[in-house]
C-alpha cells in the first residue's frame, strides 16, 4: 500500500520567502506529526494533530511557522519569511488511531521528507 | 524534559561481524517506549526495533536485539551479522507511554559497514 508522501522533495527559497510543504498520510491515519531534522542531527518535534485538532504546537520554533490539516487528512507545513536557520530537512508521520483507553502501540510512518535549503 | 544521548558519532564494522550501539536517556516516567530507527541516504525513516519499558525481556528482530537496561536508562542495538546493506545512520528514540506524543530522538549514529 502506499506510504506517506512529501511534496516537494527539494526546495530551494530565498531568504525572505513563503514556503509550503505538503504531507499527505497513509489513508485512514489519524495522527500526524512534523519534525524537523538539521543537518547532522536527529529530528526534532514541531507539531502534532490528531484528525483536524492541532493538538501540540509546542515544538514550532517561532510564529513564522504554521502548520494546518484542515480536513483531517493531508497536512501543510507553511514558513513565512525563511531565515537560513530554516534550512534542514522536513519530516512527516503518520500512526493510526491511539484509542481511547488503555496502551496499544501505533507505530509512526514516516515520509522521505522535503529538504528545505533557505539561500 | 527528556533527553535522548547517542554518545557514536560513527561506528564501523567488518561485513559479517557483529556491532553494538549506544543509547541513553533520561526521563522521569515510568511508562515509555524505545526505539532504534534506522535512517538510509533516501531519508526515510525506518522503525528497526521497538522496547516496552514495562516489559524486562529484550526485545530481537531477526538479526537486531537490544539490551535495554532501565535502572541504568540505557539502550543498546545490537546488529549481528552485519551487512552492507545495514549502512546508515540509526537514531534512538523514547516515546512517553501516553498514545499519541512525539518522539524524542538522539544525535545519530552513522553505522558503516566494511565489505
Known amino acids: 500500500g502506499a506510504g506517506v508522501s512529501q511534496s516537494p522533495r527539494y526546495k530551494v527559497a530565498k531568504r525572505g520567502q513563503d514556503v509550503a510543504l505538503r504531507c499527505d498520510p497513509i489513508?485512514?491515519?489519524?495522527?500526524l506529526f512534523w519534525y524537523q531534522q538539521a543537518l547532522g542531527q536527529g529530528p526534532e518535534f514541531l507539531t502534532y494533530?490528531?484528525?483536524?485538532?492541532?493538538?501540540?504546537k509546542s515544538g514550532l520554533p517561532s510564529d513564522r511557522f504554521f502548520a494546518e490539516r484542515p480536513e483531517g487528512s493531508v497536512s501543510t507545513l507553511k514558513i513565512q519569511r525563511t531565515q537560513q536557520e530554516d534550512s534542514a530537512v522536513y519530516l512527516c508521520?503518520?500512526?493510526?488511531?491511539?484509542?481511547?483507553?488503555?496502551?496499544?502501540?501505533?507505530?509512526?510512518?514516516f515520509g522521505p521528507g522535503t529538504r528545505l535549503t533557505v539561500t | 524534559a527528556q533527553t535522548v544521548t547517542q554518545s557514536q558519532p560513527e561506528m564501523s564494522v567488518q561485513e559479517a561481524e557483529t556491532v553494538t550501539l549506544s543509547c541513553t536517556y533520561d526521563?522521569?516516567?515510568?511508562?515509555?517506549?524505545l526505539f532504534w530507527y534506522k535512517q538510509p541516504p533516501s531519508r526515510q525513516m525506518i522503525l528497526v526495533i521497538r522496547?516496552?519499558?514495562?516489559?524486562?525481556q529484550n526485545a530481537t528482530e531477526n538479526r537486531f536485539s537490544v539490551n535495554f537496561q532501565k535502572a541504568a536508562k540505557s539502550f543498546s542495538l545490537k546488529i549481528s551479522d552485519s551487512q552492507l546493506g545495514d549502512a546508515a545512520m540509526y537514531f534512538c528514540?523514547?516515546?512517553?507511554?501516553?498514545?499519541?506524543?512525539?518522539?524524542?530522538f538522539g544525535g545519530g549514529t552513522r553505522l558503516m559497514v566494511k565489505p
Open positions: 508521520a503518520s500512526s493510526l488511531d491511539p484509542g481511547t483507553s488503555g496502551r496499544d502501540f501505533y507505530e509512526q510512518y
Open positions: 494533530f490528531q484528525n483536524e485538532a492541532q493538538l501540540d
Open positions: 489513508s485512514g491515519h489519524v495522527s
Open positions: 526521563t522521569s516516567e515510568s511508562d515509555y517506549y
Open positions: 528514540a523514547y516515546e512517553e507511554g501516553n498514545a499519541g506524543n512525539m518522539l524524542t
Open positions: 522496547q516496552e519499558a514495562y516489559k524486562q
